[in-house]
Nanobody, 128 residues
Framework: QVPILESGGGSVQAGGSLRLSCTAS????????MGWFRQAPGKEREGVSC????????AYSDSVKGRFTISRDNANNMLYLQMNTLKPEDTAMYYC?????????????????????WGQGTQVTVSS
């Protein structure tokens, strides 16, 4: 089991910002695509954003595009999600996940079932 640990969650008012961090120790980090997912109570897990192993490509769900920014620091095995202009509907448990990049041409995906390793999550609560 690859240890993946998220941090940075919390409670903010609508319009505020949070920065989530994820560390993946013991992982050959630079050969993994990384993703952020979220799950609200009673809802399915949703792909929020993902980034390719070398950070050359990123993808976002329509619900966060223009407000969230994903980034990574391969030298330190770190993944980040800068979340701005937060809305109450962003309230969820946020998960970091890793997907091994098998080929150079492997497309990025926000499908949760494609990811191999998962963290325990960090809670984000946005109040109106």
């Amino acid at each position: 089991q690859v240890p993946i640990l998220e941090s940075g969650g919390g409670s903010v008012q609508a319009g505020g910002s949070l920065r989530l961090s994820c560390t993946a120790s013991g992982l050959a980090f630079d050969v993994y695509d990384m993703g952020w997912f979220r799950q609200a109570p009673g809802k399915e897990r949703e792909g929020v954003s993902c980034i390719s192993s070398t950070a050359g490509q990123t993808a976002y769900s329509d619900s966060v595009k223009g407000r969230f920014t994903i980034s990574r620091d391969n030298a330190n095995n770190m993944l980040y999600l800068q979340m701005n202009t937060l809305k109450p509907e962003d309230t969820a448990m946020y998960y970091c996940a890793a997907r091994l990049r098998m080929t150079i041409s492997q497309p990025l995906t926000l499908r949760a079932e494609s990811y191999n390793h998962w963290g325990q999550g960090t809670q984000v609560t946005v109040s109106s």
